[in-house]
């Protein structure tokens, strides 16, 4: 047996000394742990808290390699501040906006990669799936024209999709299965993995860098599935008159305080009920409150979840977890 062997689904080291620590096997002739077994064949995973330095530092030795990166993003998910990454990555790096299958597809992708352009600054954009393959030649192709060696890395988010797109590289430009382990649990990778996918390419899964202000680390894990929703997304408007509220699941709420008649429309997942009540109703008020001003055409970003699409000035006064992240931007779409 090769020692310090890792698992080929989350690339952590194998071991077989103590079933409550991470890399835990039975048996070290088993090419996965039993956190990747248990998803793999029962769709169950424990959840791994990570520690941030850790992914800091991944970061930070890809940096020294001067290979291409791609950086995936969630587009339900992109964070206020994208291009921070580059205060720890000198690379080159495709901003790869991953799961387009969940946003309706009347949206222009161009809309999308021109919004980020003007923002941000990389060495290019495109809008990917990795559930449905959508694009990804597209992506291998650009791969091939901005590559400085056969290593290409992904980093990104936790849940942004790094090792399921690789998992469908394999299926469309190698000959090798997927053997990569994803869920919609935080953290699932845990090393980096080196996967082959032909004589010209070796893509390298990296674990997620952590953003504790996401939504999903706030809420019960019951919600995980629905947060990384594989259904398109179906936005729901409703009109909404000062003096009313909305209330999304059983963990945020929009007070709309003054303002004219205006248009809120939700991009959230399909399977989180909407309710819209009188803001006298109490529900929800004992979370922690913020007021916000927002702009002609902004959209409110509940980071994690998604973004309500707001068309008129608005004064709104919103409660939620305090550790959960919002912010305003221009529309996105
Ligand atoms: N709808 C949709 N879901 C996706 C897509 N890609 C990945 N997912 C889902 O997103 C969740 C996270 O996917 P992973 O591939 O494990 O994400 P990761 O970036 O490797 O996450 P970590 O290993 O925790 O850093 C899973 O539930 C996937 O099924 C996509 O293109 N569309
Ligand atoms: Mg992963």
Redesign the pocket.
Known sequence: MKKNKKCLG?GVVLQNDNILKIGYTPNLDNDYCMRCFKVKNYGEIETITGNREEYINILKNVSKTKDLVLY?V?ILNIRENLDDIKEYLNNDIILVL?????LPKSIKDEKIINYLMERYEFTDYII?????GYNLKELYKRILKYKKSNDVYLV??????????I?KMIGSFSKGLPS??????????LNKIKIVINKNLNLI????VVDEYNIIYHLNSKYY?EL????EIKPKTYQLYKGQSLLIGDFFRLDYLEGDRNSFTLYIPNGISVKKVSLKNPSLKEFSYTEFTTKFHEDLVIYGLGFIKIVLNAKIGIYKNKDVKTFLRSNLI
């Not at 990104?156 to 797109?165: D, F, M, P, V």
């Not at 990569?180 to 990778?189: G, H, Y």
Request: charged share 25%; aromatic share 0%; net charge positive.
């Open positions: 989350c995936i969630d991953n799961k387009r299958d969940v990917v799936s990795s559930l449905n990104g988010e936790t849940n942004a999709g790094k090792s399921s797109l998992n990569l382990t994803t869920s919609s649990v935080p953290e699932t990778t899964d990296t674990p997620g599935k990384n929703t594989r259904r």
